[in-house]
């Protein structure tokens, strides 16, 4: 009792155990070698590949991805999963796009707007899973519909153009990276910090590896949880706004199957689907991966069904090694 005690309180602060941290090391090295690898690739397969405007693209199109990436690691360390996050990011997008164009709010107002709507949506989401002790999955899977069928009714199932109204997140500056790219960087470092150094993040670890330990220790899981499903909710808004700054409108159509991408990345970054184990600067890598992956599917000339597929055994292939590392680890425990 007194090891397993002491385990769980390592764990909660961030505290290596026996051989955690040459994982660690290890899995940082593996991303880095994978990322590498395919650059390499890619740079073989097509002579357009290795150059900036190529990078450029790739940064510039992730600040979505990274952002929910961020809560969706959250999410994971303890134990649940988010499948909302598309669609509460096409209806972040859409209620911000109705505020500017119909209702002529300012963009500070129609963004916090949008914001909301994110924070409610996560809010429904954690309170419904841990209040009724219901699986997030199904919880979320349930957000799923209700979010996109209300990002459907809230633009008449219609594109709502803004024009260059929020045109400025998503411009490169001075031709190179956004200031949507430079915001997603800040929340990876935020969400780091958050996992690793505050006790908020300990508790989520803690929640993940032992919630009844957790409880015992006299720790209330149930607040934790939905906090963190309330920041997945402000997070997904938060890349509705990016990517309806970058199209210049707001498609209820936005973000569908990007859960998938937001989830391989997380898994593909190492976080745990057992909860209890999570990096959000893996987790980036696991973004730049995806990112990379179909940037260079899209430069070889890939058919779109030949990169779903493609990407699906990426997917698949992450959940492999994710069961495998958690094997090792419960026979090293």
């Given at each position: ?163 260059t109204t ?112 999570g990096s959000v600067i ?52």
């Amino acid at each position: 009792m007194q090891s397993s005690t002491q385990t769980l309180r390592n764990q909660s602060t961030g505290k290596p155990t026996g051989g955690k941290l040459g994982g660690a090391m290890g899995t940082y090295i593996g991303l880095l070698g994978t990322l590498a690898a395919m650059i390499a690739l890619f740079g073989t397969l097509s002579q357009y590949f290795l150059t900036m405007d190529t990078f450029v693209t790739i940064a510039n199109d992730i600040p979505a991805l990274a952002v929910m990436a961020v809560g969706m690691t959250f999410v994971l360390v303890i134990a649940g999963i988010d499948l909302s996050v598309g669609s509460v990011m096409a209806l972040g997008g859409a209620v911000t796009a109705i505020a500017l164009q119909q209702w002529q709010w300012g963009v500070w107002p129609a963004a916090l707007l949008g914001l909301v709507v994110g924070l409610v949506c996560g809010l429904i989401n954690g309170v419904v899973s841990v209040g009724w002790r219901l699986p997030s999955f199904i919880v979320s899977l349930g957000m799923l519909e209700i979010a996109r069928g209300s990002a459907y009714i809230a633009t008449d199932s219609r594109t709502q153009y803004i024009g260059t109204t929020v045109e400025w997140l998503s411009a490169p500056i001075a031709g190179s990276i956004s200031p949507a790219f430079i915001l997603a960087v800040l929340v990876v470092i935020a969400g780091q910090i958050i996992l690793t150094r505050t006790v908020f993040g300990r508790y989520m670890i803690g929640i993940g590896t032992n919630e009844e330990a957790m409880r015992l220790a006299g720790v209330d899981p149930r607040p934790v949880k939905i906090a963190v499903f309330a920041l997945i909710g402000v997070l997904a808004a938060v890349a509705g706004l990016m990517q309806t700054s970058r199209l210049e409108a707001a498609d209820p159509n936005m973000g569908v199957g990007i859960e998938l991408q937001v989830i391989a990345a997380v898994v593909i970054g190492g976080t745990s689907l057992m909860g209890g184990r999570g990096s959000v600067i893996n987790t980036f890598f696991g973004v730049l991966i995806i990112a990379v992956l179909e940037a260079g599917l899209a430069q070889v000339g890939a058919s779109e069904p030949t990169k779903r597929i493609i990407t699906g055994c990426v997917i698949v292939a992450a959940v492999v090694l994710d069961m495998y590392r958690e094997r090792r680890r419960a026979r090293k425990g």
